[in-house]
């Protein structure tokens, strides 16, 4: 049997009970449709904003509400990131079902230890300043711990002012290390520094599906993609969420070359 498409999906950031549910039973239902499995991924906490002006995310017991319904109602998997040691402690480790180490954090190790040791499933997102191979760094500290329960996700490299480029080299380099590899298309064509919520300038959202068919063509195990019922008025990274249409045609485009691939 064909082993299925994994896909990460979800609001990049908790806004509240209604959006997430709202996209979570959207998700639920393309992943029966098109037949993928989904971890549903959503932030509580966003500590990289651009500025103190931004919105950071809910309370935490908020989030840990928000959290709780879409595992306990719609049994839907979890992950979600961790910026700081203090929130690792919380109840939230023990609700998601993966943990993720942030790109901007990854060479952290208190952190990536600290996440490592709470056992579960860890996700590390490679950061925008590494090249591919120092990623294994990360790797060999989560191990360290006894975790080998990891998957490594693909965000893009820093080439010049407010550009990511993705080097299709940097798939082979991550999968040498023997974990499944991801790659993070909306995260990849932002642009950083420019607010998000500018809808022309934050990001070119136009070339999400063309970077991810060549992704699933060179031979990565699933795609990490934020989507919102209502992108444009999102409260983080407005510019490159996808609108449940917009996800939907990207299924439909990437879905027939992982089955060629395969």
């Known amino acids: 049997m064909m082993k299925k498409m994994k896909i990460i999906s979800g609001n990049c950031i908790l806004e509240d009970l209604d959006t997430s549910i709202k996209t979570a039973e959207k998700l639920k239902d393309f992943s029966k449709k098109y037949d993928f499995d989904l971890v549903y991924k959503s932030s509580f906490r966003k500590d990289n904003r651009s500025s103190e002006k931004y919105y950071t995310g809910p309370s935490l017991e908020n989030s840990i509400k928000i959290f709780k319904h879409l595992k306990n109602k719609l049994g839907v998997e979890l992950i979600t990131d961790f910026h700081n040691l203090y929130e690792v402690e919380t109840e939230i480790s023990d609700v998601v079902d993966m943990l993720q180490i942030p790109a901007y954090l990854c060479m952290q190790t208190e952190l990536v230890l600290k996440i490592a040791n709470v056992g579960k499933p860890v996700n590390i997102k490679k950061g925008q300043f590494l090249h591919p191979e120092d990623v294994q760094k990360v790797v060999k500290k989560v191990e360290s711990t006894g975790n080998k329960n990891i998957t490594i996700t693909e965000r893009g490299t820093c080439f010049g002012y407010r550009d990511l480029v993705v080097d299709p080299r940097s798939f082979l380099y991550l999968k040498s290390f023997g974990y499944p590899v991801f790659f993070d298309a909306g995260h990849s064509i932002r642009k950083y520094g420019v607010p ?13 599906n063309i970077l991810a068919k060549s992704a699933i063509a060179a031979g990565v195990d699933g795609i990490f993609i ?37």
Do not use: M, Y
């Not at 998000?196 to 999400?208: M, P």
């Open 196 to 208: 998000s919520s500018d809808l022309k300038s934050g990001g070119t959202k136009e070339f999400i």
């Open 226 to 262: 934020e989507v919102h019922p209502k992108p444009n008025i999102a409260k983080c990274d407005a510019a490159t969420q996808l609108s449940f249409n917009e996800f939907e045609k990207l299924i439909k485009e990437i879905k027939p070359i992982w089955e060629a691939v395969r």
